[in-house]
């Protein structure tokens, strides 16, 4: 059974910073891609960006690039999402997420943890 432990979140002002984690429990982490998401208030669930499987390869949405950072430490079965500069409008709450590949379908998700950016 695959389970992923997200942690971190809270709330922060605008232009701080947070760290959300994602732990996977099994040994097949680092078989994987690894994405985030997120959910605002009253909208849909949106990408936010992904990682490959050995962490060389990630990919952003636009409205995130140059501000946050995925990294992972599959000797720590964890995938982390590095949150700078951050905005109001990245009020929501985010998931992690596995994938096989980029271009796959996520199977497993995080619990999801909140993030709430006051101005």
């Known amino acids: 059974q695959v389970q992923l432990v997200q942690s971190g979140g809270g709330l922060v002002q605008a232009g701080g910073s947070l760290t959300l984690s994602c732990e996977a429990s099994?040994?097949?982490?680092?078989?994987?891609?690894t994405g985030w998401f997120r959910q605002a208030p009253g909208k849909e669930r949106e990408f936010v960006g992904a990682?490959?499987?050995?962490?060389?390869?990630?990919r952003y949405a636009d409205s995130v690039k140059g501000r946050f950072t995925i990294s992972r430490a599959n000797a720590k079965n964890t995938v982390y999402l590095q949150m700078n500069s951050l905005k109001p409008e990245d009020t929501a709450i985010y998931y992690c997420?596995?994938?096989?590949?980029?271009?796959?379908?996520?199977?497993?998700w995080g619990q999801g943890t909140r993030v709430t950016v006051s101005s």
């Open positions: 099994g040994r097949t982490f680092r078989s994987y891609a």
């Open positions: 997420a596995r994938v096989y590949r980029f271009d796959g379908a996520y199977d497993y």
């Open positions: 990682i490959s499987r050995s962490g060389g390869s990630t």
